[in-house]
C-alpha cells in the first residue's frame, strides 16, 4: 500500500512532468491565462491519462508482449490517447460548450501532449503492473493540472502588477514558471 501511495506521490510532486520531466509545456503555457480553462484542462488530463495508462498497460500487458509486438508500443498507445480525447472533446462539446470554446485549440492537443503519451511509455519503461500504471498516471495527471493551476493563480495576480515593460507578457511568465520549477525541485528530497 505504502508503493502505491509512493508512485501517485512521485508523479505528482517529485517527477511532476511539467516542472521536472518538462513535458506538457505547450497547453501548460498557452492555457494557463485563465483559472477555469485551467482547471477544465486538468480535468480532461486528468481523465485522458489516467484511462491511456490503463488501456495501455492491458494493451501492452496482453497484446503487445505476449505477441513480441513491443516495438508498435508507440503507435498503439497514440492511437488509444486519440480515441481518449476524441470522445472528451466530444462530451465538453455536448455538455459544456463554453469550457470547450475557452479550451479551444488545446483540447485536441491533449493527443499530441508528450506528456500523455511519455506517461504511457514511462510506466512501460518501468515495468509497472496494471495498478502501479494507472496510479503512476493518475499522480502525474494531478501533478500537471497542479502545476498548471497554479500559474493561473500566479498569472492572475500578475495581470494586477505594474512590470517593467520588458518582463510583461512571455517573460513574467517563463520566469514564474522557471521558479515554480525550481520550487517543486525541493520536493526530490522527500523520503519516507
Known sequence: MKSLILIIISGALINNVVLNQFLGICSFLGVSKQMKASASLGAAVIFVITIASAVASLLYDQ???PFHLDFMKTI???LVI?????MVEMFLKKKSPAIYKALGIYLPLITTNCAVLGVALTNVQDGYNFVQSV???FGTAVGYTLAIVLLAGIRSRIREEDLPAPLRGAPIVLISAALMSIAFMG???LSF
Open 187 to 189: 520536493f526530490g528530497g
Open 76 to 78: 498503439v498507445f497514440i
Open 63 to 65: 497484446v503487445l508482449k
Open 135 to 137: 496510479l503512476s498516471g
Open 82 to 86: 486519440a480515441a481518449l480525447v476524441q
